[in-house]
Structures are given as structure tokens and as C-alpha cells.
Nanobody
């Protein structure tokens, strides 16, 4: 499985970006696909994911009012629409596949893509 993330860039506070993750070597029905991010000096954190079984989505409470994940099965891509971006959203965003939740609230990830940098700055 290969994951190619794109769409990052520089945006002003309050702006929007749409990240895309192109999946190859499998279909969206094979694995739960999601996004993580890692801000400078911080640990990587889970952001959102979409289920392989029914396409349902869940998003971290910290961003759920501003971020939305979606699937494009025809293109075999997953998108992350990010609105009302804040300085604290600055991070490298990673696409990931084969996500499984752990009892401690963390995630087990089977495949990582390369990151795409999102910089929110005025």
C-alpha cells in the first residue's frame, strides 16, 4: 500500500486548505484510512479517519467543528477539508492506512504516507 499526501501549503489564519491522500495498492474498502498530524516539538496526533467497512467517519474533538474527512472511491482518494485554520493547526499532516484503535486511545497504523506541511501564519 502506498499513500501520497498532497495539498499542504501556507495559509492565513481563518483560511482553508484541502488535503488529499492518493491510495495505491489497495482500495478504500480494504483499510481504514486517516490523517495524523505532528506539530513542531509535539508528538504525532490522530486527526480523523474513515472506516473501510461502512465509510463512517470520526474526527478528533479538537478539530471536528472545522475539519471534515471524505472519501472518493472512484479516485481512490481520501480528503481532509480544513476550514477556519488556526495557528495551532501548523503541522506536518500524514496520511495513514490500516488504522486500528487501541484501548489506551492511541492507534495502531499499518501504513504511513509521507507528510504534507501545513503552515498557518499571518
Amino acid at each position: 500500500v502506498q499513500l501520497q499526501a498532497s495539498g499542504g501549503g501556507l495559509v492565513q489564519p481563518g483560511g482553508s486548505l484541502r488535503l488529499s491522500c492518493a491510495v495505491s495498492g489497495s482500495t478504500l474498502d480494504d483499510y481504514t484510512i486517516g490523517w495524523f498530524r505532528q506539530a513542531p516539538g509535539k508528538e504525532r496526533e490522530w486527526v480523523s479517519c474513515t472506516s473501510s467497512s461502512d465509510g463512517s467517519t470520526i474526527t478528533a474533538d479538537s478539530v471536528k467543528d472545522r475539519f471534515a474527512i471524505s472519501r472518493d472511491s472512484a479516485e481512490n482518494m481520501v480528503h481532509l477539508q480544513m476550514n477556519s485554520l488556526e495557528l495551532g493547526d501548523t503541522a506536518i499532516y500524514y496520511c495513514a492506512a490500516q488504522l486500528r484503535p487501541l484501548d489506551d486511545g492511541n492507534w495502531l497504523v499499518g501504513y504511513w504516507g509521507q507528510g504534507t506541511l501545513v503552515t498557518v501564519s499571518s
